[in-house]
């Protein structure tokens, strides 16, 4: 069975700085997706950044990177230029990348706080 | 509609009793799931369908827990003589297809009490 483990339940940054969550997975397939979520108070789920497996490139989207390292099966997401608004539960996924199998794996979360 | 609807965002009852949790998709989404978030916990897969079909249920946690998209829209995760480990959040997603991203609702945060 898959599994995904987000080892750090609590990181903190000062605004305008960088932090790193970290994500690990454990997987026998090939082919798959890794994704971070991000859930406010609100409690919708948004999602930050994804990963196809077969991509060696790092994905980025704005002030969010991830580091993917297939091998060590290890996906940390980077927030450069932390902002009040990046205050959030993170949350790393997987879903196999079998057509049909559309099923998201859920770590179980790290709550980020940024410090003004 | 513009984004996934849940309704009720809040719903208490009494153990023992039945209860409903509705879920709106995006419009001309065709999968959709519901997954169960326990407190401080990340999301649980529960069920997932294509259209009406439900082709995966094998998260769903007892038989007392039913699900159903009658006309491959609208969704209604129905829970049955409620028990208090019952008590969570539960998010409904949606997405245009096989891997598109799904996009979540707001959930439904049920208390049994």
């Known amino acids: 069975a898959q599994t995904v483990t987000q080892s750090q339940p609590e990181m903190s940054v000062q605004e305008a700085e960088t932090v790193t969550l970290s994500c690990t997975y454990d997987t026998s397939e090939s082919d798959y997706y890794l994704f971070w979520y991000k859930q406010p108070p609100s409690r919708q789920m948004i999602l930050v950044i994804r990963?196809?497996?077969?991509?060696?490139q790092n994905a980025t989207e704005n002030r969010f990177s991830v580091n993917f390292q297939k091998a060590a099966k290890s996906f940390s997401l980077k927030i450069s230029d932390s902002q009040l608004g990046d205050a959030a539960m993170y949350f790393c996924a997987y879903r196999i990348g079998i057509q049909g199998a559309q099923k998201l794996v859920f770590g179980q979360g790290t709550r980020l706080t940024i410090n003004p | 509609g513009a984004g996934v609807s849940q309704s009720p965002r809040y719903k208490v009852a009494k153990r023992g009793q039945d209860v409903a949790l509705r879920c709106d998709p995006i419009s001309g989404h065709v999968s959709l799931f519901w997954y169960q978030q326990a407190l401080g916990q990340g999301p649980e897969f529960l069920t997932y369908f294509q259209n009406e079909a439900q082709l995966d249920k094998s998260g769903l946690p007892s038989d007392r827990f039913f699900a159903e998209r009658p006309e491959g829209s609208v969704s209604t995760l129905k829970i049955q003589r409620t028990q208090q480990e019952d008590s969570a959040v539960y998010l409904c997603a949606s997405s245009s297809g096989w891997g598109q991203p799904q996009h979540f609702g707001d959930g439904t945060r049920l208390s049994i009490l």
């Open positions: 990963q196809e497996a077969y991509k060696q």
